[in-house]
Nanobody, 123 residues
Framework: VQLQASGGGVVQAGGSLRLSCSASGRTFSNYDMGWFRQAPENEREFVAAIRWDGRSTYYADSVKGRFTISRDNAKNTLYLQMNGLKPEDTAVYYC?????????????????WGQGTQVTVSS
């Protein structure tokens, strides 16, 4: 499956953005999906994940209550609604797909990755 992330940009603290991840090539609903992010000089970290049918979601403590992950299998698209953005949310955000046994928070479990989209939150 090929993944294309979009929707990043520059926003002031307290603002909102919605990231999208468009999938192509294979059946999107076969995959559990996740969002990860990586800030300069930091390791890649888990943000949120969603089961293939949308019935289970997982969040990092740092984004819980502010970010919402969702998916539309009919449109082959994954979303991340980000509200109440903080400067520490600044990073490149990546979507990822996993088919099979799944550990939502473990980036090594994911088989396919998008190219990333930059999110910059100014104070």
């Amino acid at each position: 499956v090929q993944l294309q992330a979009s929707g990043g940009g520059v926003v002031q603290a307290g603002g909102s953005l919605r990231l999208s991840c468009s999938a192509s090539g294979r059946t999107f609903s076969n995959y559990d999906m996740g969002w990860f992010r990586q800030a300069p000089e930091n390791e890649r970290e888990f943000v949120a994940a969603i089961r293939w049918d949308g019935r289970s979601t997982y969040y990092a403590d740092s984004v819980k209550g502010r970010f919402t992950i969702s998916r539309d299998n009919a449109k082959n698209t994954l979303y991340l609604q980000m509200n109440g953005l903080k400067p520490e949310d600044t990073a490149v955000y990546y979507c990822a797909a996993e088919e099979g046994t799944w550990s939502p928070r473990n980036d090594r479990e994911y088989d396919y990755w998008g190219q990333g989209t930059q999110v910059t939150v100014s104070s």
